[in-house]
């Protein structure tokens, strides 16, 4: 073995490792008794808003698995919609730390645009051309069942 060879070899038997980052609470726990049973105090799933955002985040969400579910397209990779989503809302991570998420932020989805001026992203460049491209193609032109031109009568 020459030069890296023997690093390319070691390199090659370490197991791959996934990064899960811990969400911390907006506010100090306090430690009260609830007044209701557990069953009905269960949070309502975190869901994604009509208006772009996401939210409110779990105790126990991570933001990869957030941006996974957020992904715009599979072209993109988790890691780039984990960087755009960090660059899209710093008031959701606590002293501007990726690894802190806040619970109960509400995330805003960044845009495909967003995606590339945040992160450079060439598949999500690619996508935003691809949309525009197909933004300026003219609408198609209605034609009825029977075969005759729109209009005529």
Same mark, same amino acid.
């Given at each position: ?20 980052? /811990? ?10 008794? &609830?007044? *209701? ?15 772009? !955002? ?13 941006? &996974?579910?957020?992904? /715009? ?9 984990? !960087? ?5 809302? /710093? #008031? ?17 989805? /960044?845009?495909?645009? *967003? ?7 060439? &598949?999500? #460049? #690619? ?5 525009? #491209?197909? !933004? ?12 005759? *031109?729109?209009?005529?009568?």
């Amino acid at each position: 073995m020459d030069g890296v060879d023997w690093l390319v070899a070691i390199e090659r038997r370490i197991p791959q490792i996934a990064l899960d980052w /811990p969400v911390l609470p907006t506010e100090p726990m306090k430690a009260e008794l &609830a007044a *209701e049973p557990l069953e009905a105090a269960e949070p309502a799933a975190p869901a994604v808003g009509e208006e772009g !955002q996401y939210g409110p985040v779990a105790p126990n969400e991570r933001l990869w698995t957030i941006a &996974a579910k957020l992904r /715009p397209d599979p072209s993109i990779s988790t890691s780039i919609m984990v !960087q755009a989503l960090f660059a899209a809302n /710093p #008031q959701a991570f606590s002293g501007g730390n990726m690894d802190l998420l806040k619970v109960d932020a509400i995330l805003r989805i /960044p845009t495909l645009r *967003e995606i590339v001026e945040y992160t450079g992203s060439r &598949a999500a #460049q #690619q996508l935003l051309e691809l949309d525009q #491209q197909n !933004q300026a193609l003219p609408a198609p032109v209605p034609v009825p069942a029977n075969g005759e *031109e729109v209009g005529s009568e």
